[in-house]
């Protein structure tokens, strides 16, 4: 494996000396003076719970490398973080040793190299600054001490050159919808800035608040990390900050978050596989430059940036990072941008690993057959089940260091039933088989298959048919004998997040709580709502103050600001297995009381009523206020062939237009760009054609089987002082038809001069 990373800190000019935290090591052959071919170190960023003990063993051998696939050896470990009580007790070649007799959260530097170079070392005495040509693998080690500890999610934030920024850290937190349990303070002798001593930059902490003031040093650019955590005095939780320092010259670049989904886009990332991830769509630059990924971090993932990966011949316009992991879980991944001007921006990307053995899907067969995969020795030991530990993986038919589970007959039909399936048959595991051959489910899945696997297929009492997944044969084996077990179950294959697609937080209106749900979808085509208690909610709400998710109960809770304030929240639900999907929340100002709102005396306002047509998607529009369309036009751009009205029931201006149908087309258009609702396909049919998808818009609002039909003023606040147009049609478009949305009539009406005033309307069916 190969571990490549950049450090916490990106300096304009200097960025070279500590882009990245593998070196070369080059040695010259002083006998015949030829060039021996340069090694390369590589070190990963790891972070490490332990509970309270009297000291703990940190062993890296598990993440360093080198080019030549000799292992290197620590060769030196210092602490960054200034407190006494995480100082180093011990260095040895594989790792160090550090006091874990009270809570705490340690950072250490750590590099790695040749034994040859630890020797020189040791045998001048010398520290690695004191040694010329020397040029190690460097990274960092976070450990966590407590009786329990949790990593909190990465925050952004932003200044300019030479001044100083306040963070706040639990309003940064809340945009997750993550808390501070009670009882825990910031620790103020936490703080590190693993670059202070190149940047000057200095930070401080504030515990009456929970802020941190970050200050910059004299003159520099770029992003920095500052390390945080609190402690409740047993228990330790640790955050990290990424300050992106831009110049005054120009304006700052936008990195968005994000949840990246593999496969099919509902899929976790496959254990250890290298996965490639594009940034490009989730970042800008108001000045319209052209923006470049200079940096990921994350830890115990491997990462790089390629170089010119779009194969434009420009090196500086690359979005595109390489990931893997051998951590199953949830991971969240800082990636910075640069404009090259001195702008630069950093953001989230959170995405989960699966567990080193996953279900497969098998949808060749009829019906879909999804395999549960065998446990671990780990998975079978924490589960309580009888189990025989199999053989340590070799890399070849297993995993390197791996040992999975084996089981008797019996035990393994039980496992099965357990988990409400049962074992496979011996014609469905042949159908696995051939859709991957000669070891395939090793080679694309991690399954072993250095042991056979039983089936449920019998020939002879006390004894059951087993297959050899490397060749697809099949035998008669004793039942007492242990074997790999996989398991047919009827999972979950797809999911989908419902609820509001927008939410309303207008100034002045109170806040609005949808509950969002996750469908599964089975291999059976079936499909259930899953209990919340089953969802894993990963949120992310932009900015903070907007709205706040409760994943105990599936809940989104708006707070209204000034109608200034808009964003989104992303919520992405997952199952146990990892299968997730991502819906993406506006919060915004512009909808009435939020869709199907029935609150009235509220449309004159800056915002226009929506409503969905009962048992679809589809959503409908009501009237345009004056209000809302001078919002409207301060955002995007001015509709033509349009009068203002009273509306006597509803009280409010409004604008009629002529039925020259185009300007209701560039309406609809206007609605498009600023993502009403969340959505970019308003639309009506153009000048001289009759729209029956906005007809019937209209009228499913109206007739709404769950509350009856009737006045739309009187159910949802509607202005019905004027028909709604939906078309035109005859000799110079003189006939234009209508609806009522007071009586749900369906009408035609003739002008003598090709036009009349109508209310607009636009509907948007996804």
């Known amino acids: 494996m190969k571990f490549n990373s950049t450090y916490f800190i990106y300096i304009m000019l200097i960025f070279s000396l500590f882009g990245c935290k593998e070196q070369e090591a080059s040695n010259e052959n002083t006998d015949g003076g030829n060039e021996i071919e340069a090694i390369t170190y590589y070190a990963q960023d790891t972070l490490r719970k332990t509970s309270l003990s009297k000291t703990y063993n940190v062993d890296l051998s598990e993440n360093v490398d080198s080019s030549d696939g000799s292992k290197p050896v620590i060769v030196s470990v210092r602490s960054l973080s200034s407190s006494p009580s995480c100082n180093v007790l011990s260095v040895n070649s594989k790792g160090f040793q550090i006091d874990a007799r009270n809570s705490k959260s340690c950072t250490y530097e750590y590099s790695v190299g040749s034994a040859t170079t630890l020797s020189k070392m040791r045998a001048k005495d010398a520290s690695i600054s004191a040694m010329s040509g020397v040029s190690l693998g460097v990274a960092t080690a976070t450990v966590l001490v407590g009786d329990s500890s949790e990593l909190l999610k990465p925050i952004s934030a932003t200044t300019t050159v030479d001044d100083s920024v306040d963070i706040f850290i639990k309003t940064e937190l809340a945009q997750y919808g993550d808390e501070i349990g009670v009882g825990f303070t910031l620790d103020e002798n936490s703080l590190v800035l693993p670059n202070a001593s190149v940047t000057g930059s200095s930070a401080s902490a504030s515990v009456g608040d929970d802020s941190i003031t970050y200050t910059p040093g004299l003159g520099f650019s770029g992003v920095e990390r500052i390390l945080y955590s609190y402690t409740d005095g047993i228990s330790v ?138 446990y671990t020795i780990e998975q079978a030991e924490s589960a309580g089940i009888k189990y025989s530990e199999g053989k340590v993986g070799d890399g070849i038919d297993s995993l390197t260091g791996v040992s999975t589970a084996t089981h008797d007959w019996d035990t393994a039909n039980a496992i099965c039933v357990a988990k409400g399936g049962s074992l496979p048959s011996i014609e469905s595991m042949t159908l696995l088989y051939e859709e991957y051959v000669s070891g395939g489910l090793f080679s694309n899945h991690n399954w072993p298959v250095d042991l056979a696997y039983w089936t449920s297929s019998t020939i002879s009492a006390g004894s059951h048919q087993e297959i050899d997944m490397k060749s697809g044969l099949g035998s008669s084996t004793l039942d007492s004998q242990v074997r790999y077990v996989s398991c047919t179950v009827d999972g979950i294959v797809d999911v989908e997040v419902l609820g509001a697609d927008a939410i309303t937080v207008t100034e002045g209106t109170p806040s609005i709580t949808e509950v969002y749900q996750l469908k599964g979808t089975f291999a059976s085509g079936a499909s259930e709502i899953i209990p919340n208690d089953q969802i894993l909610w990963d949120t992310f709400t932009n900015p903070a103050e907007l709205a706040k998710f409760d994943e105990n109960v599936g809940a989104l809770t708006s707070f209204p600001q000034s109608p200034e304030v808009t964003g ?160 035109q049609s005859g000799s110079s478009n003189r006939n234009s038809s209508r609806v009522d949305m007071a009586t749900g009539e369906d009408s035609s009406f003739f002008g003598s001069l090709g036009y009349g005033i109508s209310y607009s309307s636009c509907y948007s069916a996804n």
């Open 237 to 374: 939780l640790t955050g990290s900050i990424d300050v992106s320092v831009s110049t005054t010259v120009n304006t700052a670049p936008n990195a968005e978050y994000f949840y990246y989904l593999y496969g099919d886009g509902t899929q976790p990332v496959p254990y250890g596989e290298t996965i490639e991830i594009d940034v490009k769509d989730y970042i800008s630059d108001d000045d319209g430059d052209t923006l470049q990924l200079i940096d990921v971090f994350a830890y115990d993932a491997t990462l790089s940036i390629p170089t010119d990966f779009n194969s434009n011949g420009n090196n500086f316009d690359d979005t595109v990072f390489t990931f893997s992991s051998n951590n199953p879980g949830r991971h969240s991944i800082t990636y910075v941008v640069s404009d090259n001007k001195g702008g630069f921006a950093t953001g989230v990307i959170e995405l989960n690993i699966a567990g080193v053995y996953k279900k497969i899907i098998l949808t060749s067969s009829d019906p879909v057959l999804i395999f549960a995969p065998p």
């Open 568 to 727: 989104t929240s992303t919520l992405t639900g997952c199952t146990a297995d990892g299968i997730c999907d991502t819906k993406i929340v506006y919060l915004q100002s512009l909808i009435c009381g939020g869709i199907d709102s029935s609150t009235r005396f509220n449309a004159d306002r800056a915002c226009i009523k929506i409503n969905t047509v009962p048992g679809t998607t589809t959503l409908v529009t009501g009237a345009l206020s004056v209000s809302f369309y001078n919002k409207l036009e301060s955002l995007t751009s001015s509709v033509g062939g349009k009068y203002v009205y009273y509306d006597d029931k509803e009280q409010g201006n409004y604008y009629r237009f002529q039925t020259r149908y185009d300007e209701f087309v560039s309406l609809c258009n206007r609605y498009n760009q600023i993502e009403l609702a969340g959505r970019t396909n308003w639309s009506a049919d153009p000048q001289g054609r009759i729209d029956y998808q906005l007809r019937d818009a209209l009228l499913g609002a109206y007739n709404n089987p769950a509350l009856g039909s009737g006045d739309m003023w009187e159910r949802y606040g509607w202005p019905t002082g004027a028909l709604y147009i939906y078309g």
